[in-house]
């Protein structure tokens, strides 16, 4: 069968035409027994794309899984290893079925996929992750180990200086026979851990074509990377928009995929033409580049209970309780704003929305405007603590001096 190509049909069908001991890595994100009808749009809302992921009993369900891993199990050579992506809905139930086809033994890890989402979450936990089970077929299974940075917690002794377990299991740093401490190997890191924590694709990003179950190419890349090497061949059996396709053509992988709606065939085969990638803002810059109040600004929101707002020139926060079932923004006033300065970003801010109050956190005595007029606003205006006790300690001073 040619490489480098989508095939339509049914994965058991076109997984057994593939010879024994033929495959690289199988990849395969499978429906997950939602038992519910999955459609999105695409960003310009010309194409609704549609996934029916309803069986008539979970049997149905696991049988299918489990012919595949059958299949998968046969064609992967023994350096060869599966990825099978699921989620809480059917996961425990998965995870019995590959301990049987691919061995208890074989188990490698069960990486979560965390990412955050925004959502009215009904009664319970929200759910911000996913599950990808690493099974190998045999010991001998290829695997590249990566390193990421230590924590900030970490202690620099830990990274420069050697250790060793005591007879009692301890670990101490290790000393020469003069007593000195033995100074560690190169490091290269923290060895690539079991969370994954890459962004869910947002609705405007780039490669986001509107596909219902659509993973970022990052997390496909990440998998790639730690599994094969370049020349390998990649199989999805259920390849849907083909996002395992595209990060295998960006890492000079050979790959299949399979997949029985002619319609996902045609959006994959599109994507490996058009080779779009959204590169994350966040994995580059990380979380905390994106934290623009300070320690005194955040305290000063938490002290009216409001949640903080990053990334927003007139609003700094939003109250955790909505007023007449409205959101109710907060501006702090800033030591280079006059007081009709701050109230006037905020309600540029605000402009076209409908909020039932808007409030200004006054942290400056010096109100002094340069407007000539007045600025017409309807936004509350609460003093900071601080400015209290500020205001109050100037009271009492002139009290002092008039007396």
């Not at 199990?73 to 099978?84: D, I, W």
């Not at 890459?198 to 990052?218: H, M, S, W």
């Not at 007449?324 to 800033?334: D, G, R, S, W």
């Not at 701050?342 to 109100?367: D, F, M, P, W």
Request: charged content about 25%; some cysteine; overall charge positive.
């Amino acid at each position: 069968m040619e490489v480098n190509k989508i095939y339509q049909g049914h994965c058991i069908e076109v997984l057994q035409t593939f010879g024994d001991n033929s495959v690289d890595l199988v990849y395969f994100d499978p429906p997950f027994f939602t038992q519910k009808k999955h459609s999105l749009t695409n960003r310009e809302g010309s194409k609704k794309y549609q996934f029916d992921d309803c069986w008539d009993s979970l049997d149905s369900y696991l049988n299918l899984i489990e012919e595949c891993l059958i299949e998968s199990y046969r064609v992967l050579k023994n350096t060869g290893s599966v990825f099978l992506h699921c989620d809480k809905t059917a996961s425990h139930h998965i995870r019995v079925i590959l301990d049987k086809v691919f061995g208890v033994n074989n188990f490698q890890s069960e990486i979560i996929w965390s990412y955050k989402r925004w959502s009215n979450s009904k009664k319970g936990l929200l759910n911000a992750h996913q599950n990808i089970y690493f099974y190998s077929k045999t010991k001998s299974f290829k695997f590249n180990q990566y390193y990421t940075d230590y924590a900030p917690s970490t202690n620099i002794d830990q990274i420069l200086q050697e250790r060793k377990k005591t007879t009692d299991g301890k670990s101490v740093y290790k000393k020469d026979k003069n007593g000195k401490v033995v100074l560690g190997k190169e490091k290269k890191g923290v060895p690539l851990s079991d969370v994954w924590e890459i962004p869910f694709l947002n609705p405007k990003a780039k490669e986001r074509v509107g596909y219902p179950t659509q993973k970022p190419v990052l997390l496909l890349k990440q998998i790639l990377k730690i599994a094969t090497d370049k020349g390998d061949l990649v199989i999805d059996p259920f390849c849907g928009s083909g996002t395992s396709c595209v990060a295998a053509k960006i890492l000079e992988r050979d790959f299949i995929g399979i997949d029985s709606s002619q319609e996902a065939i045609s959006l994959a085969n599109q994507r490996l033409q058009d080779m779009l990638i959204t590169d994350s803002a966040l994995l580059k810059k990380g979380a905390k580049s994106y934290i623009e109040k300070t320690e005194e600004e955040l305290h000063l929101l938490k002290s009216i209970g409001a949640i903080p707002v990053q990334r927003n020139a007139g609003i700094d926060g939003v109250l955790k309780s909505h007023f007449a079932n409205k959101p109710v923004p907060v501006k702090i006033q800033t030591k280079s704003e006059s007081l009709d300065d701050a109230i006037e970003k905020l309600e540029r801010a605000c402009k076209g929305k409908e909020y039932k109050l808007k409030i200004v956190l006054q942290t400056q005595s010096n109100t002094v405007s340069n407007r000539l007029f007045g600025l017409a606003s309807d936004v509350k205006i609460i003093k900071s603590s601080h400015l209290l006790l500020v205001e109050l300690q100037e009271q009492m001073m002139n009290k002092l001096i008039h007396k």
